[in-house]
T-cell receptor
Framework: DAGVIQSPRHEVTEMGQEVTLRCKPI?????LFWYRQTMMRGLELLIY????????DSGMPEDRFSAKMPNASFSTLKIQPSEPRDSAVYFC???????????FGQGTRLTVV | AQTVTQSQPEMSVQEAETVTLSCTYD???????LFWYKQPPSRQMILVIR??????QNATENRFSVNFQKAAKSFSLKISDSQLGDAAMYFC??????????????FGQGTILTVHP
């Protein structure tokens, strides 16, 4: 299996622009997670899905952030409009119901200038 | 809510020596999982070791072992015979085994490990 695949690996955008981050979880995994990593706040859970349904979005910082999972093999995290303080590494992870550990993608480094 | 605390922002070790990274957590649950993840400069998050709370025996994976003290809510990682490739950020993480936050993985702040040749 190719593992969790995130795209793009790097994204540089101007303040005010819309940014869409993409994730393909491992096939057969029931859970999908979006995390944000910054120096100041470490790894924060933004939202997670179970069987494509959002379960907990309490970590989503503002209404500018939205996430979707239209099917079992694809999820997006959108920021509109983007701000410099959104600059971070965004990780997607997935896990199968019966497994204990989550598997992470390589992350997307977002820079908003 | 569960919290995970790593009190050592940075640690260093000589190659071939042993180092222990500390982690404490807070939970009211009795059944849960604990993990150590490694994040090298490539930024990939790699699972190092996991521990099920119901198991009394400490988990071991080659040179990596844990000291799980359930009553003290402590979960330290010991790296034996340290290698240059062990240099990375290490994260301790917690997950409930059931309940409303079943899927949620909570991370500590991380410990940067430097390995000196």
């Amino acid at each position: 299996d190719a593992g969790v695949i995130q795209s793009p690996r790097h994204e540089v955008t101007e303040m005010g622009q819309e940014v869409t981050l993409r994730c393909k979880p491992i096939s057969g995994h029931d859970y999908l997670f979006w995390y944000r990593q910054t120096m100041m706040r470490g790894l924060e859970l933004l939202i997670y899905f179970n069987n494509n349904v959002p379960i907990d979005d309490s970590g989503m910082p503002e209404d500018r952030f939205s996430a979707k999972m239209p099917n079992a093999s694809f999820s997006t995290l959108k920021i509109q409009p983007s701000e410099p303080r959104d600059s971070a590494v965004y990780f997607c992870a997935s896990r199968r119901q019966v497994h204990t550990e989550a598997f992470f993608g390589q992350g997307t480094r977002l820079t908003v200038v | 809510a569960q919290t995970v605390t790593q009190s050592q922002p940075e640690m260093s070790v000589q190659e071939a020596e042993t180092v222990t990274l500390s982690c404490t957590y807070d939970t009211s649950e009795s059944d849960y999982y604990l993990f150590w993840y490694k994040q090298p400069p490539s930024r990939q998050m790699i699972l190092v070791i996991r521990q099920e709370a119901y198991k009394q025996q400490n988990a071991t994976e080659n040179r990596f072992s844990v000291n799980f003290q359930k009553a003290a809510k402590s979960f330290s990682l010991k790296i034996s015979d340290s290698q240059l490739g062990d240099a990375a950020m290490y994260f301790c993480a917690y997950r409930n085994a059931g309940g409303t936050s079943y899927g949620k993985l909570t991370f500590g702040q991380g410990t940067i490990l430097t390995v000196h040749p």
